[in-house]
């Protein structure tokens, strides 16, 4: 494995520019074409290999190409995120400065724009930018070989606050709030639930879209069943939340409001004997160190770290549990459902 040019604390500094670059364009966007009645941001700008790109998205890459071009001539990167496209036509990764070749690149960078752009483009929910920094290993560079990450919330319109959360691996996790009014921070708590059970809190096994759906209710059903206290519609113990973006589950968890989310997408088509439809990336789960430096438990939702090579089409599950005990309890109920249904680990 290949060591960084520079210490951690360089590239946190950089990520967290670049957050809020992010975040004020996404902003700007919103006041600048969305109204009441106005759907713009909402409209698809084109289809690419990953996922759909809406207008909203278009307001950040341009940001994200600026400010890695001016970072590569300091230092020469690799940049993987969904959207971009280099000289060749290649989607997903991009050499910066121009001209650079990938085994010249001093470092691997993966953003996440705007993770939960659907949310943010209706102004419902927060999005959030995403992005990690790893070593030039090559194609292989891998999600284990992030050492640094960093998370920017983009909020909707009625907030004027914005969390930000970073970490180095080995180094714990540091969050703060910002007032974007004034530019003040004051730091942010994040302690997941200490809870040894699901009672009376919120867990979920994503169901976004269409496809997976069935099969996501039954594996929560019997989370809840085992996990939960039992199933009485009359009085429902386990809450759920389909918050569809994978830095702000993560969030969730690292603050204390869920115990556990799982995305296991990838399986559930398996079993179904579909074609992989959208699930998570790479890209989407960038930022994970900053919940397992927070105390979050992470794993494939089998037993396994979750890890992937550095690109924007491999699908990658994954499962998130506030603390050990909890994960001691759900994961073998997870690996059950799936052993039942004809899935084993790989």
């Known amino acids: 494995m290949g060591l960084l040019p520079r210490d951690e604390a360089y590239f946190i500094q950089r990520l967290c520019d670049l957050g809020r670059q992010l ?11 969305d109204s009441p009645g106005n759907q713009l941001l909402s409209l698809v700008a084109r289809e690419t290999a990953a996922d759909t790109i809406y207008e909203l998205d278009t307001h950040t890459e341009p940001v994200l190409e600026e400010f890695c071009q001016q970072w590569g001539r300091e230092l020469p990167l690799v940049l993987i ?42 102004d419902k929910r927060s ?17 284990s070989d992030i050492t640094a990450a960093v998370q920017v919330e983009i909020p909707t319109s009625k907030q004027n ?31 997941p639930s200490g809870a040894g059970d699901l009672a009376h809190g919120f867990a979920s096994v994503v169901s976004f879209f269409p496809g997976t759906k069935v099969l996501a209710a039954e594996l929560m059903e019997a989370i809840s069943l085992h996990c939960g206290g039992g199933i009485d519609p009359g009085r429902p113990l ?15 968890v690292m603050i204390g409001h869920d115990r556990f989310v799982a995305d296991v997408r990838p399986y559930l088509y398996r079993i179904t004997h579909q074609p992989a439809g959208l699930c998570a990336h790479a890209y989407d789960l960038c930022a994970m160190l900053i919940a397992q430096e927070a105390g979050v438990v992470v794993s494939n939702a089998l037993g ?14 994954w499962a998130a549990y506030a603390n050990k005990h909890l994960c001691n309890r759900i994961e073998p109920v997870i690996a059950k459902f799936f052993a039942d249904h004809g899935l084993s680990p790989d």
Request: charged share 20%; net charge negative.
């Open 81 to 122: 995120a969904e959207g971009i496209v280099d000289e060749h036509g290649a989607e997903g990764v991009k050499c910066f400065p121009q001209g650079t070749q990938p085994a010249d690149a001093a470092f691997r960078l993966i953003v996440d724009p705007i993770d939960g752009t659907r949310g943010l483009m209706y």
């Open 161 to 191: 606050q914005s969390d930000v959360l970073w970490a180095a691996r080995g180094r714990g996790a540091i969050a703060q709030r910002e007032d974007l009014s004034t530019g003040h921070a004051t730091p942010l708590t994040l302690r």
């Open 23 to 33: 975040r004020g364009a996404a902003i700007s966007a919103r006041r600048s074409l």
């Open 304 to 317: 396994q770290p979750v890890d992937g090579v550095l690109d924007v089409i491999t699908p990658v599950a």
């Open 127 to 143: 999005g959030w930018l995403l992005a990690g920094v790893a070593a030039n290993n090559g194609p292989t560079t891998r999600l």
């Open 238 to 252: 386990v809450f759920d939340d389909q918050y569809i973006s994978t830095g702000g589950q993560l969030y969730e």
